[in-house]
């Protein structure tokens, strides 16, 4: 879509004296992102960015199509708590720099936690995890009914989500998420199924978190796996033109990392021990290109899981040995018990009390005696 001349010039002016109307205190602290359109509400958006050095969106302004007013907003309270968060991580960070170079990850058990992992990970520290990798809920994969009260709801969900992720995962590592278009079947014969690039949504959620995007990896299955979901059924029967639609067997491994002015060697040299870091060295074949051949799993109790093979890349490829794994969609298990024989530690979370239990009855006989494995019911903000 094309704007006029000095459309984005025009948004960050009206954002600007929106900030010094709302919040002239602040106007010194705070940084204009770079106006973005969305086109699927049709209206501008310019994130508020702390000065600092180490810069946190900390609200959001709304601007209509024609850029003439704005239309919603941040609220001012939560603009000014996250602004004082903001303040007292760099203080930190500054501690940290004179104290010592090494990166010392916060000293976290293995954990599985039955809860909202919105709510769950508000109560753990920065640094938390070295890697985080997930397949977040299918959007309205039920049939019978709809999680969502629509698609917006969803990604706002998510972006919640992947803020908290962001917060405790510690600086310069991955975050790395499985995720495809979902197909939304037709409700009657003269209604149109629909293809949502639910991929390419998320990666905007990510970059505005704070995510840099480094890759994006294929996920090949075998031929002939997504013919359930009826997709080229009507094309291979009359082989009209225009009724072409290709069966999917692919989906995304999208590759981020938390965005830092720091190279990737910075995180193996400051690594707190460097035996580690030669115990994780990648050693014999590996992935040279961004197509990954790997046969889906099945689970009778779980509609979705990770296939081992997948997880265990990922972690190899993205982590160092004792690192923190988390997951906060849990589902079945498969990246405890991946991460486990990879020895590195793991952090899930799981909301449904059936997965939990699933986890809890399957993985406890994997732990050794002198492991520790916390399984946890999040309850009255309280792990």
Known sequence: ???????????????????????????????????????????????????????????????????????????????????????????????????????????IPNKIILGDCIQVLDDFPPDTAQLIITSPPYYNAKPEYSEYIDYQEYLDFLRRVIVRCHNILSEGRFFVINVSPVLIKRVSRNSASKRIPIPFDIHKILDSVGFDFIDDIMWVKPEGAGWNLGRGRRFAADRQPLQYKPVPVTEYILVYRKRTDKLIDWNIRNHYNQELVKESKIVGDYDKTNLWYIHPSHNKYHPATFPDELVSRVIRYYSFEDDLVLDPFGGSGTVARVALQMKRRFLLVEKEPEYFQLMKKTLSPLFSPDLRVDFDIFENDKI
Request: glycine share 2%; no cysteine.
């Open 1 to 107: 879509m094309k704007f006029e001349k000095g459309t984005t010039s025009r948004a960050r002016l009206l954002t600007n004296d929106w900030i010094k109307s709302t919040l002239p205190d602040l106007f010194d602290f705070i940084k204009l992102g770079l106006p973005e359109y969305d086109d699927r509400l049709e209206l501008w958006r310019v994130s508020l960015n702390t000065k600092n050095s180490k810069q946190t969106i900390i609200g959001e302004i709304k601007l209509d199509k024609a850029v003439t007013k704005i239309v919603d907003w941040t609220k001012k309270d939560l603009i000014i708590k996250r602004l004082n968060k903001s303040r007292l991580d760099k203080n930190k960070d500054v501690k940290k720099a004179k104290n010592t170079s090494l990166i010392y990850p916060a000293p």
